[in-house]
């Protein structure tokens, strides 16, 4: 398998898919080559058949000798029984070969989206990366499993279809060269005039999905005022468009199946018709046996192009999804920590000086209004600041400065006296927590959640951080206790819980810097005097940054920095705020600030 970095060197963007096809298949190019190989020797049946069923016949009506039939049964009975394991070590060579090149692409994809900065991800939903790592690598690899499974049989029926014709009747070749295109051109035009159908009856069905999820969204509203009539006389006229746009397509589908099988059989029988004739009045020297191959092969060489011809929209699918999956592997949007100062330890204290930032608007290079500006803040270590102002006043802007997700477009932020944009932040960040408003948990374990990234951390490391977080108590009345799974996003676990959980995960760490993010902001009273207590353990002795709307939470931190407008208004201890009857007054009063 590619190593992980590998697949990043490739130039996705602006190369043909083909080519980027080609690159990510080349560690497997040997084991394709030999794929190709096994197939064509196993899939001879297909178009040796008709051959061997002209010599028996021929052997029959002409009484030639009889060793003849047994000769050529026991070739058609060898080819077929090393079908068996032939296609095994087919399946072997080509879908292994697919299966690498699809984990390859996915963990590249992956590896990229932890390099690409978060301004990218805020603006690229989860969504549209989940498709791209997951559908968008399954569509390559069905489309090329598909188009060797399918594409090479027609091929090698094709190529060695046309052989033996030119090889036994020659005369017969140049009709085949022009009739089998000219049926499956034929065919294929039937076919393509069932896409708009195709594309109506899609629609419909995505509709269907999409007022699926809006009901059951919406079923505790629905229940609670009586509209279930309602909501189901709503799905009822989305399901009724649905049966009405699927019979069309079936009647449809129905109709091109039988005219083109009509049409096929109508062209064998012409075929066979004439063919006979040829044979009857001795022209050529067409023997019987002849008359059935060639009969034969009419019908296989068409089905063979029109396949071919059949598999331009999986082809153009798959090649569109390795153009998707290129946007992020080739996404310029990098956090750049290559050749920069790795942090080997850190005290706490920042500077920041003059300090702005303004958001790239995404409008032709332009920028929009300024987030944060001519912010000046010197933070000692183990000092606690908390940052007040109404929304949008710069508070988030500055944490994601601390964290380094962003740089300050404008003056300077230095950590420990050094300008964080020479450090690498990744480990910087090794010694940096955040607590943030909504729970982070994953489908795991109490231990695995609290110890995530902590490997070499034991039971009594994660006992002594449940403690310290308020959260052992509720922890050993679970089921399974430590081994308790907390369900998707913690979803067996109650707010205040969660919350405890992610303070343990934050405590275990041990930071040196820690970021709280309205952590209380959605908890009842009761949850949150049992995480302001928890936090106030993880507060002591490390800088800490606080957000918070309750001005109650941030009244013992050490200075409180109003903002407004993204930039500081005032700094001060809370009773030295509340004497100024400044902004932060009004902002305890419940009044503008």
Known sequence: MATREGPLDHRYRGEHPVRTLVYLFRADRRRLAAAVLVFTVKHSPIWLLPLITAAIIDTVV??????????????????????????????????????????????????????????????????????????????VEQMVQQTAETGLGAVTVLIGGL??????????????????????????????????????????????????????????????HGLERDALNRMDRTLRRVLGSGLRLDLLNGSFASLAWVFLNVLGIAFLTGSALISYYGVWGITPGDVVMLSAFLTTLTTSTTTLMGLAPVISKGLESVRSAGEVLQAPELEEN???????????????????????DGGDGGQGRAAVRDFTLTVQPGETVALVGASGAGKSTVLNLVIGFIRPTS????????????????????????????????????????????????????RRALHDANALEFVDRLPDGLDTVVGDRGSRLSGGQRQRLVIARALIRDPRVLILDEATSALDTRSEALVQQALARLVAGRTTFVVAHRLSTVRGADRIVVMRDGAIAEIGTHDELLARGGAYTALHDGRPA
Not at 98 to 127: D, E, F, N, P
């Open 62 to 139: 002409q009484q030639l000798p009889v060793s003849r039939l047994w000769g050529s049964a026991g070739v058609l009975l060898f080819i077929l029984l090393i079908n068996y394991p032939l296609h095994l070590l087919y399946v072997r060579l080509l879908y292994g070969s697919v299966r690498r090149m699809g984990t390859a692409v996915r963990s590249a994809l992956c590896t990229r989206m932890q390099q690409l900065s978060i301004g990218y991800h805020s603006r690229v939903s989860a969504g549209v990366l989940q498709t791209k790592v997951v559908r968008d690598v399954e569509t």
């Open 338 to 360: 290559a050749g920069k100062t790795e942090v080997t330890e850190v005290r706490g204290g920042f500077e920041f000086r003059g300090v702005g930032h303004v958001y790239d």
């Open 411 to 462: 003056g300077r932020l230095l950590l420990d006296g050094q300008d964080m944009s020479t450090l690498d932040l990744r480990s910087y960040r090794r010694f940096l927590s955040v607590v943030p408003q909504e729970s982070i948990l994953f489908e795991g374990t109490v231990r695995e959640n609290v110890a995530y990234g902590m490997a070499e951390a034991g039971d009594d490391a994660v």
């Open 163 to 224: 052989v033996i014709i030119g090889v036994r009747t020659p005369e017969f070749l140049p009709v085949f060269l022009v009739v089998v295109p000219a049926a499956a051109l034929l065919v294929m035009r039937l076919r393509s005039r069932l896409r708009s159908h195709n594309e109506d009856f899609r629609q419909e069905v995505e509709l269907l999905s999409a007022r699926v999820t809006e009901m059951t969204r919406l079923i505790t509203v629905t229940r609670a």
